[in-house]
């Protein structure tokens, strides 16, 4: 053992920031030392949702009520959703302003197919073999640009649609998130191979996709919720019973990993978090979810009659993708090459790093989550209206991503800033809506007002960062 | 003296009809650091591009520990243990000490990233150039100042047992303390048996920390020269002139290449 110290004491002169042991006092520290250097991480988004819930519950006491609080995530989903794809475009520095109306379109093909039961006999001859050639098409860009999970995506799609099986709901929201990857293909290629500016690539597509939509839909809207899986999506909850094993499972992986992460690194004498540190986090983030489930389990109904009690899918549906692309950020290769093209990308280049490969990439994963979004939006408001995904669906997506910290100019952002900004982005239309005699001007300067402050947050911590 | 680890001979490079390097020999003893020096345009740059696998040649032989290879593509020289430190240092601003280190070459366990493990080795790298500079490995590279950053982006080279390092003025930008640092860094490299070329301006910084001098005057190498026995003054002749008493060019090369 008096070995180990000497070697700890000897490096810890060298590297005298790194602490080797990271307990619970030394986890506060490092994150009071990160705000203070200008990296406020979620806390602004935090805050937001803090203070808009006191506001709220001031103007109307129905805001706070477990059945008000319980309708949110599926008036947010498809925000989350959208946002959480649009991450991967701004942390390259790009954006994408079709996502929005790529989930629109993705969503009218897929509710056409499932209403007439037999998308090629519903549709236009031309239009439906354009829908196939253009899958084929980007199928083989897809093959060239050696994207293969998205290839193997749109070959789902594809195979979806040419075997009718998009008659069942299930499998058309399959088809969707196959154009939607289709579309990712087709915008990646064009801004990283044939160099066009990501805004102008995505301006004309956000216009032409619009036009798309009213193809598919043959002008005339579809009704979602008789469809019922689709329509579940944001309007029902998971059975109690399930609500548990949903919490349980997700803290168990959590504090498991956590665990296990930090005894083997102690082993390997590699630094790690103290035992103690995981179990009063595990112990904490524990507690949060299991009061949670506990609300959510309750019934929230407003009358007598009906039952609403469980987590709602749409929440689950949020934090199962929130979870599965952090950790395809933080945790694999392709994560970290993605953040050093967004920090520079010539760095990237010269790292030996397939640059237009990670930005390809990128924009399927954003055109499929927009796809996938427009599904979500689709069932919230319980129909595939001329218009879905247009307007200001997508500024709501990209505020939703900035007000939780992610960058426009590339290389910082998190998964978790998407979900909580869509959070703080509903809550004001939700909230407003309980006083009635708030006419809807209020909600458009409200949201405004609450993307600029916390824009202003962001920069203003970023000046003291430069500042030093 | 020992066998050169990186002997290049008789290397002809071309842009279209303008012809930038005639017939250039140059050599890299392991152990010792060579300074290629040289005016604007004399092809420095063109060189290292050359050995960097980036620029391709016309003609010429390269040999690498004995054997010929031939470096036409960049993973070449990174797989037989050449490193370049780019001037422009090439690192993610968004991204930390560790993470830059290991850029585009992450440790992997079970398909998944194995930070720690890496940290660690950053650390090492690190120690064994004796770096006091920087505190921790998890700084982010855009708190850094320009001498940690060139630090970085040397142990960057250090890392992967590399053989023969390539630094392009990595002294350019610095103040004293942190040149000085660098330049201790630089003469580790060496002394831990590396073949280290330094290409630089700065005749100070060469003197003090070169083993031999490699002048190039017009994309031909004026004279290879011993640091200590030459003195500062005949190597800025040889940069300017081509040539400085018996060193140098025959004053009719001189003439043919102006």
């Known amino acids: 053992m008096s070995t180990t110290t000497g070697s700890t004491a000897e490096r810890a002169s060298e590297f005298s920031l790194d602490v080797e042991r990271r307990d619970v006092r030394g986890a506060i520290r490092e994150w009071i030392d990160r705000l203070r250097g200008g990296d406020p991480g979620a806390l602004p988004s935090i805050l937001g949702i803090v203070v808009l819930g006191i506001i709220f519950s001031q103007v109307s006491s129905r805001f706070l009520t477990s059945y008000n609080i319980g309708n949110l995530p599926g008036q947010g989903a498809y925000i989350a959703v959208i946002g959480l794809g649009l991450v991967f475009v701004l942390l390259l520095g790009e954006i994408d302003l079709s996502a929005g109306t790529t989930g629109g379109m993705a969503a009218g093909f897929a509710a056409r197919a499932v209403f007439s039961g037999d998308l090629h006999g519903a549709l236009d001859a031309g239009v439906y073999w354009s829908l196939l050639g253009f899958l084929v098409a980007a199928l083989a860009l897809a093959v060239w640009l050696r994207t293969w999970s998205g290839a193997a995506v749109i070959l789902i799609g594809l195979v979806v649609i040419l075997a009718n099986l998009d008659k069942h709901v299930f499998w058309a929201i399959i088809a969707a998130v196959g154009i939607g990857a289709a579309v990712g293909v087709f915008t990646g290629f064009l801004v990283a191979k044939v160099r066009i500016p990501s805004f102008v690539v995505t301006l004309a597509l956000f216009l032409a996709w619009q036009g798309v939509l009213l193809f598919a839909l043959n002008s005339q809207s579809i009704n979602t919720s008789n469809f019922d899986l689709w329509n579940g999506l944001t309007q029902k909850n998971l059975s109690p019973t399930w609500s548990w094993v949903f919490t349980i499972v997700v803290l168990a992986l959590y504090v498991g990993y956590t665990l296990i992460k930090s005894i083997t690194a102690q082993r390997a004498g590699l630094a790690a978090d103290t035992l103690q540190l995981v179990v009063v986090r595990g112990g904490v983030v524990s507690a949060i979810g299991i009061v949670l489930t506990v609300l959510a389990n309750r019934n929230r109904s407003s009358n007598q009659y009906g039952r609403i009690e469980g987590i709602p899918w749409a929440a689950v549906i949020v934090v199962v993708l929130m979870i599965a692309c952090s950790i395809g950020l933080s945790k694999t290769q392709w994560g970290r090459h993605l953040y050093a093209t967004g920090g520079n990308a010539e760095a990237a280049r010269r790292a030996g790093i397939d640059v237009d490969h990670v930005r390809v990439s990128a924009f399927i994963l954003c055109s499929s989550f927009g796809a996938f979004g427009g599904i979500l939006l689709a069932s919230q408001s319980f129909s595939v209206s001329l218009n879905l995904g247009a307007g200001n669906i997508l500024l709501f997506s990209v505020a939703a991503a900035v007000i939780g910290g992610t960058s426009l100019f590339g290389g910082r952002g998190k998964p978790r800033d998407a979900v909580l900004g869509a959070l703080v982005i509903v809550m004001i239309p939700n909230g407003l809506g309980l006083k009635a005699n708030l006419g809807p001007q209020y909600q458009q300067v409200i949201t405004g007002v609450v993307l600029l402050v916390a824009a202003s947050v962001d920069a203003i911590s970023r000046r003291r960062t430069a500042k030093g | ?258």
């Open chain 2, 1 to 258: 003296m020992s066998e050169p680890i990186l002997e290049i001979s008789k290397l002809n490079k071309s842009f279209g009809p303008v012809h930038v390097l005639h017939d250039v020999d140059f050599k890299v003893y392991p152990g010792e650091v060579t300074a290629l020096v040289g005016d604007n345009g004399a092809g420095k740059s063109t060189l290292v591009k050359c050995i960097a696998g980036i620029n391709g040649y016309e003609s010429g032989e390269v040999t690498f520990e004995g054997k010929r290879v031939v470096l036409d593509d960049p993973r070449v020289p990174t797989r037989l243990g050449i490193e370049f430190v780019y001037q422009d240092l090439a690192l993610a601003d968004n991204l930390d000490i560790t993470q830059n280190m290991f850029l585009g070459r992450e440790i992997r366990r079970f398909g998944f990233l194995a930070d720690g493990e890496m940290e660690r080795k950053a650390r090492e790298a690190l120690a064994s150039l004796s770096v006091r500079t920087v505190s921790s490995v998890r700084q982010v590279v855009a708190s850094l100042s320009g001498g940690q950053r060139q630090t970085v982006a040397i142990a960057k080279a250090v890392l992967w047992d590399s053989k023969v390092v390539f630094l392009d003025e990595p002294t350019a930008a610095l103040g004293v303390a942190q040149t000085r640092q660098v330049l201790d860094l630089v003469r580790r490299l060496a002394d831990q048996g590396r073949g280290v070329v330094l290409i630089s301006h700065n005749m100070n910084d060469v003197m003090e920390v070169a083993d031999r001098v490699c002048a190039l005057y017009l994309g031909r190498v004026a004279a290879e020269v011993s640091a200590k026995e030459t003195s500062t003054a005949q190597i800025v002749e040889l940069i300017t002139s081509g040539r400085s008493g018996d060193l140098g060019l025959a004053p009719a090369t001189v003439d043919k290449s102006i």
